[in-house]
């Protein structure tokens, strides 16, 4: 059960909700995003309080959610998740692009490519320093000292950067150099590392499990959203099908069934999805057209010695054809 607090409701207003609520048996969990404060209801209590708190004053509306994700489910009177980050304004109605490469290799390297893709329109950075490889003999990331070059390239050109933390005991770590935190596929399932990036201060790029199903995936922002961190974006990035011409299957209907369940932003990684360069472009735009809020994109300008996905990764002048084709229709309406 949510109720939804009006804007500009008192702290009064909303006590006497929680109070309520808590009165009746439920745990009561508020949720306060840029743009509404929603109180949500956990637990198997009196159904009457809905009722009675719909009435209250400083109440838009109240009411019960019959999908087993509360959270994250898009509900009459709740507006979609907005997310400020880093002078970046995330699901307000923009195309946002997080471009970079797989890994973070050498700090010249990245400066460059993250000076190219600046360039050429991204709002944020990307960069892996703690990788999740197939083969543990597989270039595992530089760890810490990758962070510090994301944070310093981050900071000289005044954008964001997105990484990923792969286990619980580094969330503190990452969450103090990066401005977004991504749990990747192979890590949507790992429930303790979602409750803990739940407790965290900075946003969350959750991207889809190789093989979960959509509900799967909005259990898994539940679980962020649900231990109080309420800044989730979703990622697509390709499941595992019987196909095998591409490195993945990008499930484009899934853009459209999470916009339709779930408030929160959702984006889509062309990259992992497709796993060839000549791919991107097309997916991405595919992407745009099913209504993504953003793109996640790996750009390289030697990808034939890139230590991790080169051969997705565009060169920096193709992603600036590509950006400037999406701007152009971003800007015809
Ligand atoms: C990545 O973004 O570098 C990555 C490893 O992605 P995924 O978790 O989607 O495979
Ligand atoms: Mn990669």
Redesign the pocket.
Known sequence: MIIVMAPGHTPEERARVEETIRSHGYRVVPIVGELRTVIAAVGDGDKDVLYQCESFPGVESAMRVLTPYKFVAKVPGRLRTVINVANTVIGEGTLRVIAGP??VETEEGYLRIAKAVKEAGADLL?G?AF??RTSPYSFQGLGEEGLRILARVGKELGLGVVT?VMSRDTVELVASYADIL?I????MHNFALLKEVGRCEKPVFL??G?AATIEEFLMAAEYIVSAGNPNVIL?E??IRTFETATRFTLDINAVAVLKKRSHLPVFV?P??ATGHWELVAPAAKAAVAAGADGL?I?VHDDPASAV??GIQSLLPHRFAALMHELRGKESAG
Do not use: L, T
């Not at 990747?184 to 890590?187: D, E, L």
């Open positions: 797989c890994s990307r892996g990788k999740p990923e991504q990747g596929a192979r890590n991207k889809r190789i990622c990035r390709g990684d990259s992992h996640m790996e991790s996905d």
